[in-house]
């Protein structure tokens, strides 16, 4: 029985880069919903997540009769709905450049993101990095560094400043490199990919989907 207004079906906090963006957006902005979690790489996830989402992928944001599938298009859909969230930078240049950014992030790196996938509680630092995912890392973090040099992002620690779907896109980053690459400086970051990093992590609601993450292992032993 649902008790929100919205529902949001998720993977397995472990593992679901995806979920963890919109699930990110929703705690961080206090949108309540309730969590229909569906486990992944099972035999019946297919069918279990196709009972909900019409395109056999979480995350899914159920509002009443609305379904809206993909990460990206459900960010779009809350911003829309709750414009006091805040959830993308109230200047219109600060806002195309935090709409290219979370854009690049959803069709692009599929290097990091195939050799590099999320495992929020591992720590496997890659030695030797592979050179395949030199250019994606090096990207990145000249990209956090030019959304960190706006004006906005002197109000806050995130990429604007306060808390937006740009942060909500790279968290799965954030992960990933904290997991394999815990040393940046050699992809050339000063410091500024590090701190926001540790900005991602210190956010209450990560540290929850971290216990999430946590207690499903410990349910699975
Ligand atoms: N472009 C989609 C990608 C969603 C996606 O790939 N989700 C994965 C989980 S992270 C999934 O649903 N996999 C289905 C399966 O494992 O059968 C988005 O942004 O939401």
């Not at 990091?112 to 050179?131: K, T």
């Not at 395949?132 to 956090?144: F, G, K, Q, T």
Request: hydrophobic content about 50%.
């Amino acid at each position: 029985m649902a008790t929100n207004r919205y529902q949001l079906v998720i993977g397995n906090k472990t593992w679901s880069s995806w979920s963890l963006r919109p699930w990110l957006a929703m705690q961080a902005s206090g949108l309540p919903f309730d969590e229909i979690s569906i486990p992944l790489r099972q035999p019946e996830t297919k069918a279990a997540i196709l009972r909900y989402s019409p395109s056999g992928f979480v995350p899914l944001l159920i509002d009443g009769d609305t379904l809206v599938w993909d990460s990206l298009a459900i960010l779009e859909y809350l911003a829309d709905a709750h414009p006091e969230a805040g959830l993308w930078p109230s200047d219109r240049k600060d806002r195309a450049l935090a709409r290219c950014a979370a854009a690049e992030m959803h069709s692009g790196f599929k290097e990091l993101r195939s050799i590099c996938p999320m495992d929020v509680l591992a720590a496997a630092p890659l030695d030797p990095v592979p050179e395949a995912i030199e250019n994606d890392v090096r990207r990145i973090v000249a990209l956090w560094r030019q959304c960190r040099a706006t004006n906005a992002a002197k109000a806050g620690p995130f990429l604007f400043g306060a808390f937006t779907a740009t942060d909500a896109m790279f968290a799965p980053v954030a992960s990933r490199f904290r997991t394999y690459l815990p040393d940046l400086k050699r992809f050339g970051d000063d410091g500024t990919a590090a701190a926001y990093i540790d900005a991602i992590f210190a956010l209450p609601a990560m540290q929850r989907w971290l216990d999430g993450a946590r207690a499903e292992v410990a349910a699975a032993i």
